[in-house]
C-alpha cells in the first residue's frame, strides 16, 4: 500500500507517437510515388533521413540474418559440404544489398544461385524429409528481393521474374515431384503476391503523383487563362480612352484650316497628313478591338467611367447590404485633368476590391479612401472588417481570381503599386498607389 502510495502520478499519453507514424506513413507513400532514376537507391529522395537508410538497413540486416543461418542449415542439415555451403550461401545473401540500388541485377544472381543450390541439395545425402529445391532461408531472401523489384521495375520486367520463377519450379516438380512436394507452387504464388502488391503500391504512389503535377499545371494555365482575360479587358478599356484622343486629333487638323485663317499651303498639306494618319490608326484600333471584344460584349462600348463613378460604387455596395462609407477628397482633378487610364484603373480598383468584400466578406464594415498626396500620386484605399459569417479565400482555386489579377494589371499599366493582404483582425486591404500624371513628370 506504501509503494503503491509513493508511485507518481501517471502522465496522459499524448498522440505525438500517432502524428509521428502519420507523418512518416505519409512520408514513405510521398517516396515510393517519387520516381527514381536507374542506380539510384530505393526511396533515395525520401524527404525523412530515415526513410532514406531504411532500404539499407533492411538488406544488410536480412543478409546478416540469412548467411550464417543458411550455411549452419546447408551444413547440418543438408550435408552439404562447409566451402561449398559457405559460397553458395554467400551468393544467395550478399547480393541482397545490391538490390537496394539494382534489384534486376542483383534478382540475376540470387535465381541462378537458388537454382544452382536446388541441384546441390538433390545430390545431397541430406534432402530427405526436408524442404526441396528451396530451403526456407531462400524463400525468404527471394521475397526480400521481390519486394524490391515491385517497387523499382515496370510491369514487363516484373511478369518476367515471375514466370521465370514459376519456370524453375516446374523443372524441379519434373525432376523429382515427390521431393519437392508443392514448395515449388508455394514459392509461385508467394512471389507473384509480393509483386502484385508492392507494384500497386508503387502504381497508386504514381498515380496520386501525376494527379498533383496535373493539378498543378491546371491550376497554373488557369492562373495564365485569367490574366490574359483581364489584359484583353484592359486592352478594351483603354481602346475607348485612346479613340477619344484620336478623334480629338483627327477633327482639330481637319478642322485646322477652317480656323485658322491664312494658313500657309505647307501647313496644310501637314495637317491633312496628320488628320489621315490619325483616321488611320483609328482604323487599325477597331479591327484590334473586334478581335478583343467579343460579340456579346456590347455593354463594354459605353464611356468609360471615372472617378465621378466612385459614388455609384459605394451606394450599390451598400444597398447589396455592406455597410460601406466613401471619403474623397475635394482637390481632386475633375474628369478632364486627371488622365483616362489613371481614372478607369481607379474606379476599376474600388469596384474589384468592393465586390470581394460582398463576395467574402458579406456584413463587414468597409471603408473606402481616395485622396491626393499633393506630390502627383492618387491614393486608393478599401480597408474592409472581418467577415460576419464564415468567408471564403479571396481568389481560391476554384474561382475566377479576376479581382486582384485585374489590380495588378491596372496598376502595372499606369506604373503605380499596389499593396494588399490580411488584417490582423481579420479583415482585407487594398491600397493602390497611381501617378495623376504621366511617369516622366513626376519628381
Given at each position: 500500500?506504501?509503494?503503491?502510495?509513493?508511485?507518481?502520478?501517471?502522465?496522459?499519453?499524448?498522440?505525438?507517437?500517432?502524428?509521428?507514424?502519420?507523418?512518416?506513413?505519409?512520408?514513405?507513400?510521398?517516396?515510393?510515388?517519387?520516381?527514381?532514376?536507374?542506380?539510384?537507391?530505393?526511396?533515395?529522395?525520401?524527404?525523412?533521413?530515415?526513410l532514406?537508410?531504411?532500404?539499407?538497413a533492411?538488406?544488410?540486416?536480412?543478409?546478416?540474418?540469412l548467411?550464417?543461418?543458411?550455411?549452419?542449415?546447408?551444413?547440418?542439415d543438408?550435408?552439404?559440404?562447409?566451402?561449398?555451403?559457405?559460397?553458395?550461401?554467400?551468393?544467395?545473401?550478399?547480393?541482397?544489398?545490391?538490390a537496394?540500388?539494382?534489384?534486376?541485377?542483383?534478382?540475376?544472381?540470387?535465381?541462378?544461385?537458388?537454382?544452382?543450390?536446388?541441384?546441390?541439395?538433390l545430390?545431397?545425402?541430406?534432402?530427405?524429409?526436408?524442404?526441396?529445391?528451396?530451403?526456407?532461408?531462400?524463400?525468404?531472401?527471394?521475397?526480400?528481393?521481390?519486394?524490391?523489384?515491385?517497387?523499382?521495375?515496370?510491369?514487363?520486367?516484373?511478369?518476367?521474374?515471375?514466370?521465370?520463377?514459376?519456370?524453375?519450379?516446374a523443372?524441379?516438380?519434373?525432376?523429382?515431384?515427390?521431393?519437392?512436394?508443392?514448395?515449388?507452387?508455394?514459392?509461385?504464388?508467394?512471389?507473384?503476391?509480393?509483386?502484385?502488391?508492392?507494384?500497386?503500391?508503387?502504381?497508386?504512389?504514381?498515380?496520386?503523383?501525376?494527379?498533383?503535377?496535373?493539378?498543378?499545371?491546371?491550376?497554373?494555365?488557369?492562373?495564365r487563362?485569367?490574366?490574359?482575360?483581364?489584359?484583353?479587358?484592359?486592352?478594351?478599356?483603354?481602346?475607348?480612352?485612346?479613340?477619344?484622343h484620336?478623334?480629338?486629333?483627327?477633327?482639330?487638323?481637319?478642322?485646322?484650316?477652317?480656323?485658322?485663317?491664312?494658313?500657309?499651303?505647307?501647313?496644310?498639306?501637314?495637317?491633312?497628313?496628320?488628320?489621315?494618319?490619325?483616321?488611320?490608326?483609328?482604323?487599325?484600333?477597331?479591327?484590334?478591338?473586334?478581335?478583343?471584344?467579343?460579340?456579346?460584349?456590347?455593354?463594354?462600348?459605353?464611356?468609360?467611367?471615372?472617378?465621378?463613378?466612385?459614388?455609384?460604387?459605394?451606394?450599390?455596395?451598400?444597398?447589396?447590404?455592406?455597410?460601406?462609407?466613401?471619403?474623397m477628397?475635394?482637390?481632386?482633378?475633375?474628369?478632364?485633368?486627371?488622365?483616362?487610364?489613371?481614372?478607369?484603373?481607379?474606379?476599376?480598383?474600388?469596384?474589384?476590391?468592393?465586390?470581394?468584400?460582398?463576395?467574402?466578406?458579406?456584413?463587414?464594415?468597409?471603408?473606402?479612401?481616395?485622396?491626393?498626396?499633393?506630390?502627383?500620386?492618387?491614393?486608393?484605399?478599401?480597408?474592409?472588417?472581418?467577415?460576419?459569417?464564415?468567408?471564403?479565400?479571396?481568389?481560391?482555386?476554384?474561382?475566377?481570381?479576376?479581382?486582384?489579377?485585374?489590380?495588378?494589371?491596372?496598376?502595372?499599366?499606369?506604373?503605380?503599386?499596389?499593396?494588399?493582404?490580411?488584417?490582423?483582425?481579420?479583415?482585407?486591404?487594398?491600397?493602390?498607389?497611381?501617378?495623376?500624371?504621366?511617369?516622366?513628370?513626376?519628381?
Amino acid at each position: 500500500m506504501n509503494d503503491e502510495k509513493r508511485r507518481p502520478p501517471r502522465t496522459p499519453r499524448t498522440p505525438q507517437a500517432g502524428v509521428r507514424a502519420g507523418e512518416l506513413l505519409r512520408s514513405l507513400g510521398t517516396a515510393l510515388a517519387t520516381p527514381t532514376r536507374p542506380g539510384e537507391a530505393l526511396l533515395a529522395r525520401a524527404s525523412s533521413p530515415w526513410l532514406r537508410r531504411l532500404p539499407y538497413a533492411v538488406a544488410f540486416a536480412t543478409a546478416a540474418a540469412l548467411l550464417p543461418v543458411t550455411v549452419v542449415v546447408l551444413v547440418q542439415d543438408y550435408r552439404v559440404p562447409g566451402g561449398l555451403a559457405g559460397a553458395l550461401a554467400t551468393v544467395q545473401t550478399l547480393p541482397l544489398l545490391l538490390a537496394v540500388t539494382r534489384p534486376l541485377q542483383a534478382w540475376w544472381v540470387i535465381s541462378a544461385a537458388d537454382v544452382a543450390g536446388g541441384f546441390v541439395l538433390l545430390a545431397s545425402s541430406g534432402v530427405d524429409g526436408r524442404p526441396w529445391p528451396w530451403t526456407p532461408m531462400v524463400i525468404v531472401g527471394y521475397l526480400v528481393l521481390m519486394a524490391a523489384l515491385g517497387l523499382r521495375e515496370g510491369r514487363r520486367a516484373l511478369v518476367g521474374v515471375w514466370l521465370a520463377t514459376g519456370a524453375a519450379g516446374a523443372v524441379f516438380e519434373l525432376l523429382s515431384p515427390n521431393r519437392a512436394a508443392g514448395l515449388t507452387v508455394l514459392l509461385f504464388v508467394l512471389t507473384g503476391t509480393v509483386l502484385l502488391v508492392t507494384a500497386t503500391l508503387r502504381g497508386r504512389g504514381e498515380a496520386e503523383r501525376r494527379l498533383v503535377e496535373q493539378e498543378t499545371i491546371s491550376e497554373a494555365e488557369r492562373a495564365r487563362r485569367t490574366l490574359l482575360e483581364e489584359r484583353a479587358r484592359i486592352a478594351r478599356e483603354l481602346h475607348d480612352v485612346v479613340a477619344h484622343h484620336m478623334s480629338v486629333i483627327t477633327v482639330q487638323a481637319d478642322s485646322a484650316p477652317y480656323r485658322i485663317p491664312d494658313l500657309p499651303a505647307g501647313a496644310r498639306d501637314e495637317f491633312a497628313s496628320i488628320a489621315a494618319g490619325a483616321r488611320e490608326s483609328l482604323t487599325e484600333m477597331r479591327r484590334l478591338l473586334s478581335v478583343l471584344r467579343s460579340e456579346g460584349a456590347e455593354g463594354e462600348r459605353a464611356p468609360q467611367p471615372g472617378l465621378d463613378r466612385v459614388q455609384q460604387l459605394v451606394e450599390a455596395t451598400v444597398r447589396a447590404g455592406v455597410p460601406a462609407e466613401l471619403s474623397m477628397a475635394a482637390d481632386l482633378p475633375g474628369p478632364g485633368e486627371l488622365p483616362q487610364a489613371v481614372g478607369l484603373s481607379a474606379y476599376r480598383i474600388v469596384q474589384e476590391a468592393l465586390a470581394n468584400v460582398v463576395r467574402h466578406a458579406p456584413g463587414s464594415a468597409t471603408r473606402v479612401s481616395v485622396r491626393g498626396d499633393g506630390e502627383g500620386w492618387l491614393h486608393v484605399l478599401v480597408v474592409n472588417g472581418p467577415a460576419e459569417g464564415p468567408a471564403a479565400p479571396l481568389e481560391g482555386g476554384k474561382g475566377t481570381g479576376h479581382g486582384l489579377v485585374g489590380m495588378r494589371e491596372r496598376v502595372r499599366l499606369t506604373g503605380g503599386s499596389l499593396d494588399t493582404g490580411p488584417l490582423p483582425d481579420g479583415g482585407f486591404r487594398v491600397a493602390a498607389r497611381l501617378p495623376l500624371t504621366t511617369p516622366k513628370d513626376l519628381p
